[in-house]
């Protein structure tokens, strides 16, 4: 049985218990990923509840448009896509380079 944080005081942070469950999920997915968690202490141990904690302090919120917030993970994404693909790319010519150098 969860007490604290109360649901009276995360419903003020946020406007329906669907949006709540729906970010509390994904806010303690990414600390269970490693991400940075905003507050220094936390009551609890475990990610879902850290998640509600920084929901009740508000730190985090619902993106107000979740479409540019995809669409800017999505960019972020395809660019670290192509940064590494270049990468490859300069390794695998380096390693021609030197491979021809030896003949």
């Known amino acids: 049985m969860m007490l604290k944080p109360s649901i009276d005081k995360l419903l003020d942070q946020v406007n329906s218990k ?6 509390s999920s994904k806010r303690a997915h990414e600390l269970g990923e490693g991400q940075m968690p905003t507050k220094k202490n936390f ?23 979740p479409e540019s917030k995809r669409e800017r993970i999505r960019r972020e994404k395809e660019l670290a896509r192509l940064a590494e693909q270049q990468e490859q790319e300069k390794l695998k010519q380096q390693i021609e380079k030197e491979n021809t150098g030896k003949i």
């Open 43 to 65: 009551d609890s141990v475990k990610p879902v509840l850290q998640s509600l904690e920084e929901i009740e302090t508000g730190h985090v919120i619902v993106h107000p448009n």
């Open 18 to 23: 669907y949006s709540l469950v729906i970010l």
